[in-house]
Nanobody, 123 residues
C-alpha cells in the first residue's frame, strides 16, 4: 500500500505564503493531486500534476496563486501557495492516482490519500 504523508501546513496571515509537501512511499506513474476540505464543506479539488511533471491543472479559485510541482527523485509533490486568502482555510489532502492496464486491455485505478495537513489563513 502506498503511504502519503503531508507536511507544511500552519497558520498564516492573509496575503502570506505556505508550501505544502507530500512524501510518497511509491511515486512512479502516479498523477498527484491536492484536494482540500474547508470546515463544514465537501471536498474541493485544487490541483493535479501528471506523473512526468509535464502537465498541471488548477481550480479556478487558486489559479495564478498556487503552483504544483513534483520531484520524482525524492518521491515528493509540492504545493506552493501564495497570496493566501481566508477562504483558502481548509485541510489539504494529497491524492495519488495510477491507472494500470492488463495485457487484455482491462484498466484498474489505484488511488491513495494522505492524512491531511491543516492550513489556516487569518484575515
Amino acid at each position: 500500500e502506498v503511504q502519503l504523508v503531508e507536511s507544511g501546513g500552519g497558520l498564516v496571515q492573509s496575503g502570506g505564503s505556505l508550501t505544502l509537501s507530500c512524501a510518497a512511499s511509491e511515486f512512479t506513474n502516479y498523477a498527484m493531486s491536492w484536494v482540500r476540505q474547508a470546515p463544514g464543506k465537501g471536498l474541493e479539488w485544487v490541483s493535479t500534476i501528471n506523473s512526468l511533471g509535464t502537465n498541471t491543472e488548477y481550480a479556478h479559485s487558486v489559479k495564478g496563486r498556487f503552483t504544483i510541482s513534483r520531484d520524482n527523485a525524492k518521491n515528493t509533490v509540492f504545493l506552493q501557495m501564495n497570496n493566501l486568502r481566508p477562504e483558502d482555510t481548509a485541510t489539504y489532502y494529497c491524492w495519488g492516482v495510477r491507472v494500470a492496464t492488463t495485457p487484455q486491455g482491462d484498466e484498474y485505478e489505484y488511488d491513495y490519500w494522505g492524512q491531511g495537513t491543516q492550513v489556516t489563513v487569518a484575515s
